[in-house]
């Protein structure tokens, strides 16, 4: 592992070291930052000087005589750059279960896909493919930072298997290693597995940075694992700290409260909570007072049925994140819209369930997309990320502006929040380099990763198949009843037209 690990630090580092300058060249607009009021701003016809892995210079025009001689460049005309996404919670290796959960619930996914069930069909090449395809994918689609809730830590082989996948990505992923009480693996050996990595981690990798994960908080508090986990992380000051938290009916009660409680919130590790559906008054007071945030992944939400009904009143500690993209889109604009458009349909409902005419709109487009880019920089405590300025890390993004979705944009914030699809993203860098050009990723044999992938994805997807679904019936494992939703009825006088799910 000590081997693998420093080759790929020892590559990463060449390439960096031997990057030239990059000049983005002339876009119609560049979405930047406003330190000073914590707001976006435009720069209309301008030019990003790119020099090694940061926001050299930022021009007005195209600047071609203000750069060095050494320097490519790349015309951005009618173009808009924008910064990369920030992804606050992600599970990179579940990409082989693409479209066979298209109608699954938190319940059943529990039983069926989920850490503790789906480890049996998956070897370290599954999830090494499945991770690296995985990430390749969010890199297609502009998020150019992942907070990977790694929960295929089932082995010592799976955990490095993943990792190697990450190191190889390209992609910047802060990797949290999952502690959890799985078969055949135990908490010890999951404790001296993460020492191994740490003491072979590259010291000159620039991109992955180690955080943890860890969901039994609330099931084990003042437990030996609990304080383990808890003195571990101090130890090596890993990057994050990231756990789910859904409380009501789900219990997994892993709150802010708890983990203040605990003496663990007003830490030096940023604590990241995904989800956060029934989170408490008391909550919110305290993410506030200790600058920790929620992940909100509303796509999985409204999918899942955990919902996110508390989340409205959050907003201000709160980032976006994907989680099993597997089941839906896989781009952060779409969150973004998706959340845009909830946090207004609430808002304004308010106002109508008293019959009451709203006459302005409650959430803009620049509010969306700083969830999707900035505020999870600030989750992660990197405000060097989801930005654009000088001294920030050159993770940027080229879009069409000419593209048949976009044409005729003026206001290039809404027209990536609410007009864009990853079609119309032409250019990807990550840390100054590209990872996707001209539309098409910079992988090199990638048609023999898809390949790889594909072998991998339709052996375990057989493998489903054949696999027979939970019974949910009674009480979920918090005690709480199962209740049928109501079924959406399409085809009047013909049943519901659920349909089969074609797999």
Same mark, same amino acid.
């Given at each position: 592992?000590?081997?693998?690990?420093?080759?790929? /630090?020892?590559?990463?580092?060449? +390439?960096? =070291?031997? %990057?030239? @300058? #990059? *000049?983005?060249?002339?876009?119609? /607009?560049?979405?930047?930052?406003? +330190?000073? =009021?914590? %707001?976006? @701003? #435009? *720069?209309?016809?301008?030019?990003?000087?790119?020099?090694?892995?940061?926001?050299?210079?930022?021009?007005?025009?195209?600047?071609?005589?203000?750069?060095?001689?050494?320097?490519?460049?790349?015309?951005?005309?009618?173009?808009?750059?924008?910064?990369?996404?920030?992804?606050?919670?992600?599970?990179?290796?579940?990409?082989?279960?693409?479209?066979?959960?298209?109608?699954?619930?938190?319940?059943?996914?529990?039983?069926?896909?989920?850490?503790?069930?789906?480890?049996?069909?998956?070897?370290?090449?599954?999830?090494?493919?499945?991770?690296?395809?995985?990430?390749?994918?969010?890199?297609?689609?502009?998020?150019?930072?992942?907070?990977?809730?790694?929960?295929?830590?089932?082995?010592?082989?799976?955990?490095?298997?993943?990792?190697?996948?990450?190191?190889?990505?390209?992609?910047?992923?802060?990797?949290?290693?999952?502690?959890?009480?799985?078969?055949?693996?135990?908490?010890?050996?999951?404790?001296?597995?993460?020492?191994?990595?740490?003491?072979?981690?590259?010291?000159?990798?620039?991109?992955?940075?180690?955080?943890?994960?860890?969901?039994?908080?609330?099931?084990?508090?003042?437990?030996?694992?609990?304080?383990?986990?808890?003195?571990?992380?101090?130890?090596?000051?890993?990057?994050?700290?990231?756990?789910?938290?859904?409380?009501?009916?789900?219990?997994?009660?892993?709150?802010?409260?708890?983990?203040?409680?605990?003496?663990?919130?007003?830490?030096?590790?940023?604590?990241?909570?995904?989800?956060?559906?029934?989170?408490?008054?008391?909550?919110?007071?305290?993410?506030?007072?200790?600058?920790?945030?929620?992940?909100?992944?509303?796509?999985?939400?409204?999918?899942?049925?955990?919902?996110?009904?508390?989340?409205?009143?959050?907003?201000?500690?709160?980032?976006?994140?994907?989680?099993?993209?597997?089941?839906?889109?896989?781009?952060?604009?779409?969150?973004?819209?998706?959340?845009?458009?909830?946090?207004?349909?609430?808002?304004?409902?308010?106002?109508?369930?008293?019959?009451?005419?709203?006459?302005?709109?409650?959430?803009?487009?620049?509010?969306?997309?700083?969830?999707?880019?900035?505020?999870?920089?600030?989750?992660?405590?990197?405000?060097?990320?989801?930005?654009?300025?000088?001294?920030?890390?050159?993770?940027?993004?080229?879009?069409?502006?000419?593209?048949?979705?976009?044409?005729?944009?003026?206001?290039?914030?809404?027209?990536?929040?609410?007009?864009?699809?990853?079609?119309?993203?032409?250019?990807?860098?990550?840390?100054?380099?590209?990872?996707?050009?001209?539309?098409?990723?910079?992988?090199?044999?990638?048609?023999?990763?898809?390949?790889?992938?594909?072998?991998?994805?339709?052996?375990?997807?057989?493998?489903?198949?054949?696999?027979?679904?939970?019974?949910?019936?009674?009480?979920?494992?918090?005690?709480?009843?199962?209740?049928?939703?109501?079924?959406?009825?399409?085809?009047?006088?013909?049943?519901?037209?659920?349909?089969?799910?074609?797999?």
């Amino acid at each position: 592992m000590r081997s693998q690990l420093s080759t790929l /630090a020892l590559l990463g580092h060449a +390439a960096a =070291t031997g %990057a030239t @300058s #990059v *000049l983005l060249s002339n876009a119609s /607009a560049i979405i930047t930052f406003d +330190a000073e =009021t914590e %707001a976006l @701003s #435009v *720069l209309r016809h301008g030019s990003v000087l790119v020099n090694a892995d940061r926001i050299d210079k930022l021009y007005e025009g195209a600047a071609h005589n203000r750069v060095p001689d050494n320097t490519e460049v790349v015309d951005c005309t009618g173009k808009i750059i924008s910064p990369g996404f920030i992804d606050t919670h992600r599970h990179g290796w579940q990409t082989a279960f693409k479209t066979i959960g298209s109608n699954t619930s938190l319940a059943e996914y529990f039983g069926r896909y989920g850490e503790y069930v789906a480890n049996v069909y998956y070897s370290p090449e599954d999830v090494y493919i499945g991770q690296l395809a995985g990430l390749y994918e969010a890199l297609n689609a502009g998020t150019t930072t992942n907070l990977d809730h790694a929960h295929h830590t089932w082995s010592n082989e799976t955990s490095e298997a993943g990792l190697k996948a990450t190191l190889e990505s390209g992609a910047r992923v802060v990797w949290g290693y999952t502690f959890h009480n799985v078969t055949n693996f135990t908490m010890s050996e999951q404790i001296a597995n993460f020492r191994d990595i740490m003491a072979s981690f590259p010291s000159n990798n620039s991109l992955i940075t180690p955080a943890m994960a860890y969901d039994h908080w609330a099931s084990n508090p003042y437990g030996k694992d609990t304080q383990d986990i808890m003195a571990l992380a101090r130890e090596y000051n890993v990057s994050a700290m990231t756990t789910h938290y859904l409380g009501g009916p789900w219990d997994n009660a892993n709150s802010p409260e708890l983990l203040h409680t605990l003496g663990f919130l007003n830490d030096s590790i940023p604590c990241v909570f995904s989800h956060a559906s029934f989170a408490t008054a008391q909550d919110a007071k305290l993410l506030r007072e200790t600058n920790q945030y929620i992940s909100n992944t509303p796509e999985s939400e409204m999918h899942y049925g955990h919902t996110h009904e508390h989340s409205y009143d959050m907003m201000d500690q709160m980032a976006l994140g994907e989680d099993t993209f597997f089941t839906y889109s896989t781009d952060m604009p779409t969150q973004a819209r998706i959340w845009l458009q909830s946090a207004r349909y609430q808002s304004y409902n308010q106002i109508m369930q008293q019959w009451e005419i709203p006459p302005y709109n409650p959430m803009s487009a620049n509010q969306a997309f700083l969830m999707a880019t900035r505020k999870g920089a600030l989750a992660l405590r990197r405000p060097d990320l989801g930005i654009i300025a000088e001294g920030a890390k050159a993770d940027l993004l080229v879009y069409d502006g000419r593209s048949p979705g976009m044409l005729g944009w003026v206001d290039p914030v809404a027209a990536i929040v609410l007009h864009a699809n990853v079609g119309d993203l032409e250019h990807v860098l990550v840390g100054g380099e590209f990872k996707k050009r001209n539309g098409k990723l910079t992988v090199p044999g990638y048609g023999a990763i898809q390949d790889r992938f594909l072998e991998s994805a339709l052996r375990i997807q057989a493998a489903f198949r054949d696999t027979p679904y939970p019974v949910l019936e009674g009480n979920f494992d918090s005690g709480f009843p199962f209740v049928q939703a109501r079924e959406a009825d399409i085809n009047p006088d013909n049943g519901t037209g659920y349909g089969e799910l074609f797999v």
